[in-house]
């Protein structure tokens, strides 16, 4: 009997497809390293966490209930950012709390997305191997996959895998100060924030700051960008994690 080769179906979310599509290209390369054939619906839209954390519902539900409709039939969906994974995991269900159809159909969708660190070692059982000249690494834990999803130990234990020393930063879950729609309403305290999350990141000595939220990637980059010398390299885990692959 051929044994039919497992299936992940890639949400590869706003900030990967249209600011930083070298992460969703690391996440494929990771997923078929781990032994899945990855389907890409063409149909896929934004999941509308920023559309529901500014209090438009209407159009939040309208957006979710595409991404059902388009991931729904899929074995298993995954998704290279906590916070997007937070949203189908822990909000499609809340937003359609009066609609019993539809949250049922949003439970069943939430009850098969993974963040894509977790998936790797969580679902598909999958560690790289140590590199040579691994970096040293600090990781921030971001606001929502930590704290709505619970991530955290599966991000370091790829990290260690590969070779990587972890050198903790003070105040790891602290926020980086994106918060989505925060940091265009707010962006003096926003970037504020951002500052003294980078000054607990370079004060580890480490070569690199590592993260798996592609909001807080871009938050962090501006402040390291802006020649202050707050400087570190600033990376998603998937684009990490692929220079044990290559």
């Not at 997923?31 to 389907?39: E, F, M, P, S, W």
């Not at 939040?60 to 995991?89: D, Q, W, Y």
């Not at 790289?128 to 929502?144: F, I, K, L, M, R």
């Amino acid at each position: 009997m051929v044994q039919t080769q497992k299936r992940a179906a890639l949400f590869v979310t706003c900030l990967v497809d249209q600011i930083m599509p070298e992460v969703g290209v690391a996440a494929v390369r990771l997923l078929k390293h781990a032994g899945y054939r990855v389907d890409f619906p063409e149909d896929q839209v934004c999941c509308g966490q920023i559309f529901s954390n500014s209090g438009y519902v209407k159009e939040a539900k309208r957006v979710a209930r595409n991404t059902i409709k388009v991931f729904e039939n899929h074995e298993t969906v995954v998704m290279p950012s906590g916070s997007c994974a937070a949203m189908l995991i822990k909000e499609y269900p809340h937003l359609f709390h009066d609609e019993p159809r539809w949250e049922a159909r949003a439970q069943a969708l939430a009850a098969k997305t993974h963040e894509l660190g977790e998936f790797l070692v969580n679902v598909a059982g999958w560690l790289p191997g140590p590199v040579e000249n691994a970096p040293t690494v600090t990781y921030h834990d971001s606001c929502h996959a930590n704290r709505m999803i619970g991530l955290g130990p599966e991000s370091r234990k790829l990290l260690t895998a590969m070779g990587c020393k972890i050198i903790e930063m003070e105040e790891s879950t602290r926020c980086c100060g994106f918060g989505g729609i925060f940091c265009v309403k707010a962006p003096e305290v926003s970037n504020a924030m951002t500052v003294e999350k980078v000054k607990r990141a370079v004060a580890t000595g480490a070569d690199m700051l590592v993260t798996v939220d592609p909001g807080c990637l871009m938050q962090m980059r501006g402040i390291t960008a802006q020649g202050n010398g707050l400087y570190i390299r600033t990376e998603h885990l998937a684009t990490v994690l692929q220079e044990a692959i290559r």
